[in-house]
Nanobody, 118 residues
Framework: VQLQASGGGLVQPGGSLRLSCAASGSILGIDGMHWYRQAPGKQRELVAGIMRSGRTTYARSVKGRFAISRDNAKNSVYLQMNTLKPEDTAVYFC?????????????WGQGTLVTVSS
């Protein structure tokens, strides 16, 4: 199983970006899909998550600005980021909990850099 994240880039404060993360390989089911981020010199933190049930969770710092969604048919999770701030600058990682027929395992994408700067 591999996760491929994309959509990062340079954006001005107040702008928007949409991140995508697609899983491929031997996949029979996916439960939790999450986005984390890690800013320079800081620990990785949870940004948002969505369960197969549709239940979502957000970090307080992004609530109301970011929206997570998923497409189960495409094994994909998305993060719509609006009203971006310089403090949102970080490498964003996706994480998915995947059942491959033998066990549930956690997989991470490679990270995509988001830079918010004027």
């Amino acid at each position: 199983v591999q996760l491929q994240a994309s959509g990062g880039g340079l954006v001005q404060p107040g702008g928007s970006l949409r991140l995508s993360c697609a899983a491929s390989g031997s996949i029979l089911g996916i439960d939790g899909m999450h986005w984390y981020r890690q800013a320079p010199g800081k620990q990785r933190e949870l940004v948002a998550g969505i369960m197969r049930s549709g239940r979502t969770t957000y970090a307080r710092s992004v609530k109301g600005r970011f929206a997570i969604s998923r497409d189960n048919a495409k094994n994909s999770v998305y993060l719509q980021m609006n009203t971006l701030k310089p403090e949102d600058t970080a490498v964003y990682f996706c994480k998915q909990d995947i059942y491959n027929g033998g066990s549930w395992d956690t997989y991470w994408g490679q990270g995509t850099l988001v830079t918010v700067s004027s």
